[in-house]
């Protein structure tokens, strides 16, 4: 019977715990009851109040100025304390008020009847009351009716709790309930060590490519069955809980000694499988990520984002499970600080600068190209290469203004070089996000022609793994910018998602041989043998070859031999600031 008063005190505590959270709308319905109180009742004064063991405060009110005071101090006490109801047809002649410090002062009660408020699970949870500073007489018909609008007020405010803390696909209690939850140890338990468990069954990002393909109704189907599968395999008792976290991402509380971590949960959910439609089945890849907290000592909206920081790590190493690290939470962490920085630099358009290195040709020794490379002289960080901010902006749209910037500025420096030299291409390298834009292309192709340049003039360079991951949306936009007379070169290959197949549908030009393996050509026969064949089978394939990381004459020499026509690399230079690379142009004769 303790117990069972016990768990009773801790519902209710939740429950006003959860109403005394901001929430314009619920809020808003409440000012609308105290309204039609006063309206109905004839009652100037109306208020709604939430009780705790300490506290009265005022949720919505009328013509009712107090908003908070002691428990004690709360004349809706004695309805609690008493029978649910009390009526006061004149405080100053009842001896229990007539010396009340808001009879006698603010907000001067003359009149006052309050009924409690009781939810379904029977919590009272505080008063719908009327009040006014002079008496009033309160017939029985009027209090039936003040307790027949506590029943509609009590009536909306479960129905809020329950459509605010489930998951309208798989009712299970969501995210808003867990964090609840978690507030609620901090009242019942708040010393013990827990562990947050978030399991991910679904990537969030495919669900929604699969809607878009099936349809909703298939979709739901699938998040109600993972729901079902996740419950069966955990087989929880009846005092645990699962939460829906996210579309296909489920979340778990255990004591820190329970019978699951985040590094059990894969193996349970080992090949599991959804159906998404007849003769379709998925095959999932779980991950999980967990955070120990102790709940008096760590808000819960921090333990929360722990468990995703952790979970978002695994997925990102694609290791199977995952707890949090403060050093991994650290990078992220700068990561996000890094990304501030940047939209700040390309917002006031300082900071970043763009430098240019040579492409030679291996036939006449002459400059046929540059390409422009962006770098970030950070104000704390100092000189800060593209491979420790291009990626992270890569995640972002970030990397659509970065492309701009240096469109904008590789343009702007093409039009102050043309009436001092003959200009050779220079490439950029852009993004499949940005060159799968419809409009790319033309805005491009209107950018050169406002400064009288000819579009040959600006080669577009594009990652081989993101052309083959993607859809045909990239291919068109390559075509487009080809349509125009873009050189179009593809960076980085023989590495990664190497695959010559795909090669006769993309229109390029030019195909750069990555670094890695030319550098490894100098005391490495297998690479020596690996560009050979793939410079002759681009060749064959009437490509224009280009090796990048040459840094040695030997090999030079050997990509020569192999029949190469393009290189780039710290042997002929590096990259340059615009006033050093001018001597590898060729000024015009103003003869």
Not at 283 to 303: I, K, R
Not at 316 to 323: F, L, P, Q, V
Not at 363 to 375: F, N
Not at 534 to 545: A, F, G, P, R, S
Request: hydrophobic share 40%; proline share 4%.
């Amino acid at each position: 019977m303790h117990n069972e008063q016990n768990g009773s005190d801790v519902k209710r505590l939740s429950a006003i715990k959860a109403l005394l959270t901001p929430d314009e709308t619920r809020d808003k319905v409440l000012e609308r009851f105290v309204q039609l109180a006063s309206q109905v009742l004839g009652i100037a004064g109306s208020f709604i109040s939430i009780i705790d063991d300490h506290n009265q405060y005022i949720k919505a009110s009328r013509n009712f100025d107090l908003k908070k005071s002691t428990r004690d101090e709360s004349l809706c006490r004695h309805v609690l304390d008493g029978e649910g109801h009390l009526v006061v047809v004149d405080t100053l002649l009842d001896e229990r008020f007539v010396t009340h410090p808001f009879v006698e002062g603010d907000p001067h009660i003359r009149f006052y009847a309050g009924v409690s408020l009781q939810n379904l699970d029977g919590a009272v949870l505080g008063t719908l009351c009327v009040t006014d500073t002079q008496p009033h007489l309160f017939s029985d018909e009027k209090l039936a009716t003040l307790r027949s609008l506590a029943t509609l007020v009590t009536s909306f405010l479960d129905a809020w709790n329950n459509a605010g803390f489930a998951d309208v696909i798989t009712h299970l209690p969501n995210r808003p309930r867990l964090i609840r939850d978690i507030q609620q140890l901090t009242i019942t338990d708040p010393h013990s060590r827990f562990r947050l468990i978030l399991i991910d069954c679904l990537d969030i990002i495919r669900a929604y490519e699969l809607s878009r393909a099936v349809g909703i109704a298939p979709m739901e189907k699938l998040l109600k069955l993972l729901a079902q599968e996740a419950a069966q395999r955990l087989n929880l008792s009846d005092s645990e809980t699962l939460y829906t976290f996210a579309p296909g991402r489920f979340a778990l509380i255990q004591p820190y000694s329970g019978r699951y971590t985040a590094h059990t949960i894969p193996d349970l959910f080992r090949g599991m499988k959804a159906d998404l439609a007849e003769n379709i089945t998925l095959d999932l890849d779980v991950f999980a990520g967990e955070t120990e907290f102790v709940p008096g000592q760590m808000d819960p909206n921090e333990t929360v984002r722990q468990a995703v920081s952790a979970l978002h790590e695994a997925i990102d190493e694609e290791i199977s499970a995952m707890s949090f690290d403060e050093s991994y939470d650290t990078r992220r962490n700068d990561d996000f600080i890094i990304m501030n920085d940047l939209a700040q630099a390309l917002k006031r358009d300082e900071e970043l600068y763009l430098v240019w290195q040579p492409k030679v040709c291996l036939r006449t020794g002459k400059t046929v190209g540059l390409e422009a490379l962006i770098r970030w002289n950070h104000p704390e960080r100092g000189e800060l290469f593209p491979s420790e901010f291009v990626p992270l902006a890569g995640k972002t749209n970030l990397i659509s203004d970065l492309t701009n910037w240096v469109i904008d500025h590789t343009i702007e420096q093409l039009a102050r070089w043309k009436s001092e030299y003959n200009l050779i291409p220079v490439s950029i390298n852009v993004s499949e996000r940005d060159f799968a834009r419809p409009d790319f292309a033309d805005r491009l192709v209107a950018k050169l022609a406002a400064v009288q340049l000819p579009n040959a003039i600006l080669g577009i360079e594009c990652l081989e793994n993101e052309l083959i991951t993607r859809s045909n949306v990239g291919i068109d936009g390559l075509t487009a910018l080809k349509s125009h007379g873009f050189v179009i070169s593809l960076d980085d290959f023989g590495v990664g998602y190497s695959n010559i197949s795909y090669l006769q549908d993309i229109p390029l030009d030019v195909i750069k041989i990555d670094r890695s393996l030319i550098t490894r050509m100098s005391d490495d026969e297998a690479s020596k043998v690996i560009v050979r064949c793939i410079i002759n089978m681009l060749k064959e394939l009437n490509y224009t070859v280009l090796a990048e990381g040459v840094e040695s004459e030997s090999t030079l020499a050997l990509l020569k031999t192999y029949g190469c026509d393009q290189i780039q690399g710290y042997f002929f230079s590096k990259p340059l600031p615009a006033s050093d690379i001018e001597h590898w142009l060729q000024p015009k004769s103003h003869a």
